[in-house]
């Protein structure tokens, strides 16, 4: 089981040397994602008593809790960082496009609760005014009602102006004869008893046929009333019907509001857009301008490393080459000089200390083993995954190919220092040898190759090499910090778009709505005033028909009050052409 522990070394005395290496374990890997912390745990690992103290490691143990494999935790954990933050941005994608659908449902459970509360209020509106439609049809039938009795009162009143002309002209002819008596009486006439009789009947009867006008009147006022009635039924819906015209106004001003709006905000749109599409240009110029320096530099780091690889060849051939000259050379002169006890203690320390180059080279070696193992194993893993865990699998073949090459190039590196250390013990165990008076085979250094001056050229071209690409890196991150701020400038102004698209999309639908809305309304005033404006003009034409009449009433009630003045008239002539009694009896 793979655990992630620190290395704790305790200091020895002067006596005992090293002190001891131990392991503190602080968490346990339960699956590839999954870490869970253990109880503090110190188990004894003398393997790592070339690591640092206080350094993390990982550390594989066997159910017996002995030590198989260690290594530094440096890149693992980077990995296990880099594998945690790309879970956290999903997450975050995921908590985003969450939120952008909860906006979504959100606007449009508001949009769909607005749309029903206009329905119920058209719905509330269409029944008032089917209510008052019904009102004005009852208040139509009283009209109509109200025009049958003023033409039944006008029927009747004509009626009576005819009699009152049959009276008139009865009266004239009365009046005529009147006139004949007159001038017979001026000669010494009178009007017997028959006469003055039939006479009086017919001034009784002329008097009787005088038409009353208060009924008429009674009625005649019944009807203003009820003209009056009427009209201040109407007032109310003129009044109202004025009212929605204001607010058919208002809905108009708030039209034109909302389209210049819409006009304003859709200019804005077109700007950003195109702000948006010099930006996506300006992007892709940088962007190619990236990928050009990122392919000069990979061309540089390709000649690096085979500056690096013909450095390394050198170093192998020199080391494993008795004919090269190479690297750190004995002073066989100060070796002989020096005493013979202090040239073997640097013969034993050169010893000691190749023997621990050569176990950590080891070490190294069987840790490359490890690894070549764990990819193999990876590989193997990666062709029987699924579409789900291949991109994990893949990213972490990556990361153990990226340690596998970094720890082959550190052993490259150590196994030179290791044969250089070879050479130059070599060179001290021949001079103790020879001083021990042992026979050692002597080398030819007239025929050996110093190779210094090649390594020097192509150190001095792994330096231009290395200034190059840091140049080169730095003038990419420059670019790549550009690129990301553009990316991220792109996609605000993207995320702002898609706001002021939604945006003016709900200032548009809201305004096709007003429009429907204004339009309806227009409609309904229209068809309101549609019906009211003939029962207007019927209430207006009824009025006026009933002022004629009353005009007519006048008119007849003057002519009516004339013919009882003329009847008493009359009366009084005829009681001047009557006999006296005195006369008539004798």
Not at 166 to 187: I, V, Y
Not at 376 to 394: P, V
């Amino acid at each position: 089981m793979l655990y992630l522990a620190e290395v704790q070394k305790q200091k020895g005395g002067l006596l005992s040397g090293g002190g001891k290496t131990e392991l503190k374990l602080l968490a346990c890997q339960r699956t590839d994602q999954n870490w869970n912390t253990v109880s503090e745990e110190v188990i004894a690992a003398e393997d790592a008593s070339k690591l640092n103290d206080g350094a993390l490691v990982l550390v594989e143990l066997n159910p017996n809790r002995q030590v198989q494999r260690i290594q530094e935790a440096g890149r693992p954990l980077v990995n296990i960082l880099q594998n945690f933050s790309r879970q956290l941005e999903k997450f975050k994608l995921k908590e985003d496009e969450i939120d952008q659908w909860k906006q979504s449902l959100t606007f449009q459970a508001q949009e769909l609760n607005r749309r029903e509360m206009d329905m119920e209020v058209r719905s509330e509106q269409l029944h008032n005014m089917e209510d008052e439609l019904q009102q004005l049809e009852q208040q139509k039938q009283e009209v109509d009602t109200s025009r049958q009795e003023i033409e039944r009162l006008k029927t009747e009143v004509e009626r009576n102006r005819l009699e009152l002309e049959g009276a008139w002209e009865h009266l004239r002819g009365e009046q005529r004869r009147l006139e004949e008596h007159q001038a017979d009486f001026q000669q010494g006439t009178v009007l017997d008893e028959e006469q003055s009789r039939v006479m009086s009947e017919l001034l009784d009867r002329l008097s009787n046929r005088v038409a009353p006008t208060e009924t008429v009147r009674e009625h005649l006022h019944l009807a203003f009333e009820l003209v009056e009635k009427q009209q201040a039924t109407l007032t109310p819906h003129w009044q109202k019907l004025e009212e929605q015209k204001t607010a058919i106004a208002q809905q108009q001003e708030e039209v034109e509001r909302l389209s210049q709006t819409f006009s304003d905000r859709q200019n804005a749109l077109q700007e950003a857009q195109n702000t948006l599409v010099q930006q996506t240009a300006q992007l892709q110029i940088n962007t190619a301008d990236l990928t050009s320096k990122q392919e000069y530099a990979r061309i540089i780091k390709e000649q690096l490393r085979n500056a690096e690889e013909l450095y390394q060849q050198i170093h192998s051939i020199a080391a494993t080459s008795g004919d090269v000259v190479l690297g750190q050379q004995a002073n066989v002169e100060a070796l002989d000089k020096m005493p013979l006890e202090e040239l073997q203690k640097i013969v034993q320390d050169l010893q000691h200390k190749l023997e621990i180059d050569a176990t950590f080279v080891h070490d190294q070696e069987q840790e490359l083993e490890y690894k070549q193992e764990a990819i193999e194993e990876l590989q193997n893993k990666l062709s029987q995954a699924s579409d789900q865990d291949h991109i994990n699998l893949e990213l972490e073949l990556t990361d153990e190919k990226d340690l596998y090459q970094m720890l082959n190039s550190s052993l490259v590196g150590q196994r030179r220092n290791m044969l250089q250390h070879q050479k130059f013990l070599k060179q001290h165990q021949a001079v103790l040898l020879r001083r021990q008076g042992h026979t050692v085979v002597e080398e030819d250094e007239g025929n050996k190759v110093n190779l210094e001056p090649v390594l020097l050229q192509i150190e001095t071209q792994r330096q231009q090499y290395s200034q190059e690409i840091q140049k080169l890196e730095r003038e990419i991150d420059q670019i790549r910090s550009g690129v990301e701020l553009n990316q991220g400038m792109i996609d605000n102004q993207t995320h702002d778009l898609d706001e002021k698209r939604q945006e003016l999309k709900a200032i548009e639908e809201s305004l096709l709505s007003l429009r429907r809305t204004t339009a309806e309304c227009c409609g309904r005033v229209n068809l309101y005033q549609e019906a009211l404006q003939p029962i207007q003009d019927s209430l207006d034409g009824l009025r006026q028909k009933l002022q004629g009449i009353a005009e007519s009433l006048d008119k007849f009630q003057e002519t009516g009050d004339h013919q009882v003045q003329a009847i008493a008239q009359l009366r009084h002539t005829l009681q001047g052409l009557m006999p006296q009694p005195e006369l008539l009896a004798s």
